[in-house]
């Protein structure tokens, strides 16, 4: 269900009081014997609201102490990078991470500009520390690096968020989030007697130690990007930080590169009041949402376009990103990501390793499958969060990772790897790089695949549910489906396991020829995601959705 103020811009009444979410990070204490204030791993870290007492100090108190414990056992010695966003809650978070990591003798790796840092730019800051003399990866040995960044990702401006990446440089697996959570909840009710250095003493102590993020990652962008065919068409790039960690990144690349990129709303403001309202009715800085980039899209239309060929975004820690076209608006990720397939697997990576698949979600478009059989390359189908592509892209069984959810990485040109998490910047960036070689945008190129592939119609609808109910997901099982047909159609799959690697998928999907839909539960909220495609119309979709939701409240038990 669509807010009635979705895509209006935001209110005084929508706006957070960013005094009372940093003070109630302080001033509420978590209860370990309420199931909604305890830390909980999700896809990608523990996240929360300081006013929920869900994000608090003990929490991160508890978790950081939790990694440098863990990080011990595993034998992680080298640096610890520390990156955040601009939520209003990741710079107090931060100070008492550096606090305990310090007492308990870590050596971190902050911004030496006390920048924002992007998560992208952790994970190839971790990558490119632990790779060996001869270009591989170092997984074991001494001085290895490891990190954290503080970030509820696209969330709202109440939330807070951290996330910690092994020595592997992208989302830990559930073995590794797991074991910290639960150490973590240990020490939740004790946290006070967690020891700590205060802030101030700790950030001097020789144990901090101030880096170049910033020109560390931009500099190492050539190795990614073709930015002299960019240079060399004069392609005009507009990017959309939307308040958030890359802000003064696009700047460095602009300059570095001798590009035309101009930054569109260079504004940082934790409340987001530049934003307009996301389909739930919520500030958030989700890119790829036509809702949430509404307002950039409207300035686009009212004359701004003169300046640009295409504009890209990011959301706050730069981990996602956004396609906006002429005449086109907000691509739909699944949309971009097969206009990428198609360049970056049709000739364009020769350094890339042969037979290297596609990686996507079984929440993806199928169009990302059609697309990727008409040039002859492997799809490679995993469950939902990005953790499942991180082997994969170490080990060249795939060359790109890509989200319905507008997440993605790709190796570097020589076939290495670049960055085993989300990398919002690249994508973008590649925008224009594919505009220069082919001399259409994104969008035109897409409608030129649907003519060869057919039209779908894809939607998301996410259902408030219960922790039982997300605890019932996990045991779903294809025998659930009595069902033989899906919109008339013959059902070719009932899958529980991902088809790529053979993983849980933490819930169902169901397949024909032609239509599909796949429901889950969501790892940070308490929702349930019902995702579906039809390539047969509009209406096909909606008898899709109802059938999907009739067997989920029977598997549910509703």
């Not at 996301?278 to 701004?304: C, Q, T």
């Not at 790109?400 to 507008?406: P, R, T």
Request: glycine content about 10%.
């Amino acid at each position: 269900m669509v807010a009635t103020n979705a895509g209006l811009p935001a209110t005084p009444a929508d706006l957070i009081n960013v005094d009372e979410v940093i003070g109630k990070y302080y001033d509420l204490v978590p209860d370990p014997s309420v199931p909604e204030q305890r830390v909980i791993f999700g896809t990608s870290g523990h996240r929360g609201s300081s006013l929920k007492t869900s994000f608090n100090e003990a929490h991160i108190v508890a978790i950081t102490q939790a990694i440098a414990e863990y990080r011990k056992k595993a034998g992680v010695t080298g640096p610890l990078y520390l990156g955040s966003d601009t939520h209003a809650l990741s710079a107090p978070a931060k100070k008492t991470a550096i606090e305990v990591l310090v007492a308990n003798g870590v050596h971190v790796r902050i911004d030496s500009r006390d920048d924002f840092v992007p998560t992208p730019v952790v994970s190839q800051a971790i990558l490119t520390h632990n790779r060996a003399a001869d270009g591989t990866q170092r997984f074991e040995g001494e001085g290895l690096a490891d990190g954290i960044v503080v970030t509820p990702s696209h969330n709202p401006p109440t939330d807070g968020g951290f996330k910690y990446d092994p020595v592997t440089g992208g989302p830990a697996p559930a073995d590794v989030t797991n074991a910290i959570a639960a150490r973590a909840n240990e020490l939740l009710g004790d946290y006070k007697n967690v020891k700590r250095v205060p802030y101030e003493e700790a950030v001097k102590s020789d144990l901090v130690e101030g880096f170049d993020f910033r020109e560390h990652y931009v500099a190492d962008l050539d190795n990614v990007i073709d930015f002299d065919v960019i240079r060399n068409s004069g392609v005009r790039l507009g990017i959309d930080p939307l308040g958030g960690a890359s802000v003064n990144y696009w700047p460095l690349i602009n300059e570095k590169y001798g590009l035309n990129i101009g930054v569109v709303r260079p504004e940082v403001d934790p409340t987001w009041r530049f934003m307009t309202i996301d389909h739930d009715g919520k500030i958030r800085m989700d890119p790829s949402s036509p809702y949430a980039m509404k307002g950039l899209v409207d300035e686009l239309n009212a004359g701004a376009w003169d300046k640009y060929d295409l504009v890209g975004g990011t959301d706050p820690d730069a981990d996602r990103h956004g396609i906006v076209c002429p005449n086109w608006g907000v691509m739909n990720p699944n949309h971009y990501i097969a206009v990428c397939v198609e360049y970056l697997f049709g000739g364009n990576r020769p350094g890339w390793p042969e037979g290297a698949a596609v990686g996507k979600t079984l929440v993806s478009s199928s169009l990302i499958d059609r697309v990727a059989a008409s040039i002859n390359a492997k799809v490679m189908e995993v469950p939902v969060g990005f953790k499942w592509f991180v082997d994969p892209l170490f080990e060249g069984k795939i060359a790109f990772g890509g989200e319905e959810s507008s997440g993605m990485s790709f190796l570097r040109k020589d076939g290495r790897v670049w960055t085993t998490d989300k990398d919002g910047l690249i994508p973008d960036l590649l925008a224009a790089e594919i505009t220069a070689k082919t001399g259409k945008n994104p969008a035109e190129l897409h409608k030129a695949q649907v003519e060869r592939f057919g039209e779908s119609w894809y939607k998301r609808i996410d259902t408030p549910t219960t922790l039982e109910q997300k605890q019932k997901f996990a045991s779903l099982t294809g025998d659930d489906v009595t069902a033989t047909q899906l919109a008339g159609e013959d059902i070719t799959a009932k899958l529980t396991e991902a088809p790529g690697n053979h993983a849980k998928i933490g819930g169902l999907k169901v397949t024909t020829k032609d239509n599909w839909f796949a429901a889950r539960p969501s790892g940070t909220e308490n929702i349930y995601k019902v995702y579906a495609e039809s390539f047969e119309s509009p209406e096909a979709l909606d008898k899709v959705l109802g059938e999907a939701e009739e067997v989920v409240n029977k598997a549910l038990g509703e």
